[in-house]
């Protein structure tokens, strides 16, 4: 019996001491004299959690308890499930409340609404049988022939919340989220998210019905839909109806814009918009009316992007739900402090004010590098509490999802808590899941849990949903801080000692900082703490390193290290092809660079420095690319002294989703009093077709012998987005990478 599963028995055991006149033995010996009543006519929730009960009962003891409806019950020691005549406890049970309680030896297990009873019956399991589910997977039972119960139970559980999803790996086991009183959307929701393609798609309608679409810089676009349209609306209650029809028990039903801009500007819509101050109006008044066709039904959308504002006036139907996103907030602050959420707290004050029915769509994961440490841990309640405060009904807490990602498994745990009872005691939830997760190794992985987030607050480091571990390693990813948490992680590994299980848990906990550590390396190049030796060649170990990290990842569950990325065997395969390249001598290799439009700082950590620093970029824009937004990218480089040059090489991304886009002429000139300049090369390029793929397109210029000093990179950066990527509000951005000259 390991350490935590011993002070568990001694803690349930001695709350329990024999000769308490309370006190009973539902197991004895292995043997018991007690059944299982569900009511005559049980709900399926009531005879789930009587077989749950009964399964685990045997496996902790070997007693199989019969289960019986309650028309055949005779006086005789039991187990109530669910709602039977005999009862215990308060008369109404909230939501997907619970009651266990006893007296005169006997239990209780009640629940509220939905799967209340199944809840109740975890946390019997973990509370008073020293069960535990800290994970997907297999429950860890602790065996024993004698189960005794406090003869005196009464304890009444009720959630905050009506809705919480915790978005992790964990979500995908069933067990997992009834155990922790956890739910999924797609358990409750007949249609999800951004909905309105999936109502509408334009496969089917755009072409014959462009005018179901909107109205963008005058010209229809499948954007989003033209709210104002009959025939929209008309089409939408005949998908709700046979939608509705086929999913009857779906709890919510979403309509809601597509993920981007693109509001419908006809003269209906704009009119609609600006009587009640913008385009959250269209949508709400849409909703509503759909909504009233379905009395029963109950509706979500979207307040997000264009529609995060309340309407002035219109306010959501009794029937109607608003998920309101966070998404424009930095986490490393509670959401009701920082200042990069001040538009959000507004958004909760004005919507709260329309409506009772609020949930909240939040974030607790950087979504460009799910195995990146992400220290918002110490946010999670309080960010919780504030939207109880607020009287928000329901959290879709969004983390890494069905992929791995940084925490994974402690995330889930904490915040499935914090969804049931914000004001739980934080230390006691954090102490119960380090002691079950990691075992003797619990202190030092605490330990790393808080030197990572005492670092966030000590360097003022920004934590960005969109992050990158390049742009904090000046800050809590710094390699000293790296090397203090890895310690940390070492004595982790020396306490877990021969257990395969504890071990393996520190080994991918140790992912994330390995991650950290190899993103940064491709910053670094060939200088200290990069993959490249000083000469330009791969270090020896590096091939290895990558190579075990990769199995690391498909051992730990990762899918994909970014939203939509990389698998680990493509990132492999892109580690594979940086150890490939060549190193090029270039002439103007760390050159100084002078621009006349600026970069984007947030974006480029090197500076001008990209362009000359030996690295190319990778289909990541914010490794190793020069991020110049919405202007031309001008930039003249200094060799120092004339040299004879034929050859200039340089590379641009194109990253639709990001609005990142080819040059639409380059011209190369040279110099060798850096004023006077020579044409050398133009290129003019056509505007992309429609292409959501990511592609480095590498331009060449053969020059006729030249001796310069100077040389002056003009790319002109697209005036508008193309059409087929138009948002409103959004520029064409243009990454450039290293400017090689041979």
Request: hydrophobic fraction near 35%; include cysteine; glycine fraction near 8%.
């Amino acid at each position: 019996m390991n350490s935590f599963l011993l002070m568990i028995t001694t803690l349930l055991y001695s709350a329990c001491q024999p000769g308490k006149a309370e006190d009973f033995l539902l197991v004895k010996q292995g043997q018991s004299a007690y059944v299982i009543v569900i009511p005559a006519s049980p709900t399926k929730a009531e005879t789930r959690a009587a077989g749950i009960l009964q399964d685990y009962v045997q496996r902790i003891s070997g007693a199989k308890l019969v289960v019986i409806a309650e028309s055949l019950y005779k006086d005789q020691p039991a187990v109530f499930i669910g709602n039977t005549i005999h009862t215990l406890g308060p008369e109404k049970i909230k939501n997907d409340g619970f009651f266990t309680g006893s007296k005169d030896k006997q239990l209780y297990i009640r629940g509220g609404s939905g799967q209340g009873v199944v809840y109740g019956v975890y946390h019997t399991l973990e509370t008073y049988m020293g069960c535990r589910k800290d994970t997907k997977g297999p429950a860890t039972v602790l065996t024993s022939k004698d189960i005794r119960i406090n003869g005196a139970l009464t304890d009444l559980q009720e959630p905050a919340f009506i809705y919480r999803e915790s978005y992790y790996p964990a979500s995908t086991d069933p067990e997992y989220l009834a155990w922790h009183g956890l739910q999924r959307f797609e358990d409750l929701w007949g249609v999800w998210g951004h909905s309105f393609f999936k109502i509408l798609p334009p496969t089917t309608y755009f072409k014959e019905h462009p005018e179901y679409y909107s109205l963008v810089n005058g010209k229809r676009q499948a954007l989003q839909l033209c709210l104002s349209n009959e025939n929209v609306y008309a089409l939408t209650v005949a998908w709700f109806k046979k939608a509705i029809a086929d999913n009857p028990d779906a709890m919510y039903w979403s309509i809601a814009p597509q993920d981007g801009g693109g509001a419908c500007t006809c003269d209906q819509c704009k009119k609609a918009d600006a009587e009640e101050g913008g385009p959250s109006c269209s949508l709400i008044r849409f909703v509503n009316r759909v909504a009233s066709q379905f009395p029963e039904q109950r509706f979500t959308t979207l307040a997000y992007g264009y529609t995060a504002k309340a309407p002035l006036k219109t306010k959501p139907a009794g029937n109607v739900f608003i998920m309101l996103s966070t998404i424009d907030a930095f986490r490393q602050d509670p959401l009701s402090q920082t200042p990069s959420a001040a538009g959000f707290r507004k958004n909760l004050e004005s919507w709260g004010a329309t409506t009772g029915n609020l949930f909240i769509w939040d974030y607790t994961t950087q979504f460009t590098n799910y195995l990146a440490p992400f220290p918002d841990y110490n946010n999670l309640q309080p960010n919780l509490q504030y939207f109880a405060t607020h009287h928000v009904k329901g959290v879709f807490s969004q983390g890494s999802g069905e992929t791995y990602g940084d925490m994974a498994e402690y995330n889930s745990y904490v915040q499935a808590a914090l969804l049931w009872q914000p004001n739980a005691d934080i230390k006691q939830v954090n102490s119960t899941f380090l002691k079950g997760y990691y075992g003797p190794a619990a202190p030092f992985a605490g330990q790393y849990i808080e030197a990572l987030s005492n670092a966030v607050k000590s360097t003022h480091s920004t934590l960005d949903i969109y992050g990158n571990p390049i742009f904090n390693s000046r800050d809590y990813l710094s390699p000293a801080l790296i090397d203090q948490y890895s310690t940390l992680l070492d004595k982790a590994e020396a306490a877990a000692g021969n257990n395969n299980t504890y071990l393996q848990r520190v080994y991918q906990t140790r992912l994330f900082l390995e991650y950290v550590v190899l993103q940064q390396s491709r910053f670094y190049g060939n200088e200290k703490y990069g993959y490249l030796q000083p000469d330009g060649s791969v270090h020896p170990k590096w091939p290895a390193r990558v190579k075990h990290f990769t199995e690391q990842c498909k051992a730990a569950g990762v899918q994909e290290l970014s939203e939509g990325g990389l698998s680990p065997d493509a990132y492999a395969k892109e580690w594979e092809e940086l150890f490939s390249r060549k190193w090029i001598n270039s002439l103007a290799l760390r050159a100084p660079v002078t621009l006349v439009n600026a970069y984007t700082p947030e974006y480029t950590p090197k500076k001008e420095a990209t362009l000359t620093d030996g690295l190319f970029g990778g289909n990541d824009f914010s490794y190793n690319w020069l991020f110049t937004y919405g202007k031309d990218m001008i930039a003249t480089i200094d060799m120092g002294s004339n040299k004879a040059i034929h050859q200039i090489q340089l590379n641009f991304l194109q990253d639709a989703r990001h609005y990142i886009f080819n040059p639409t002429q380059l011209l190369i000139e040279t110099s060798t009093d850096g004023v006077s300049f020579k044409f050398a090369g133009l290129k003019d390029i056509p505007v992309p077709e429609e292409d959501d793929a990511v592609h480095i397109n590498h331009y060449s210029f053969t020059l006729p012998a030249t001796s310069a000093r100077y040389i002056r990179v003009t790319a002109k950066c697209p005036a508008v987005l193309p059409e087929w990527r138009l948002v409103e509000g959004k520029k064409p951005a243009l990454c450039c990478d290293e400017v090689s000259v041979e």
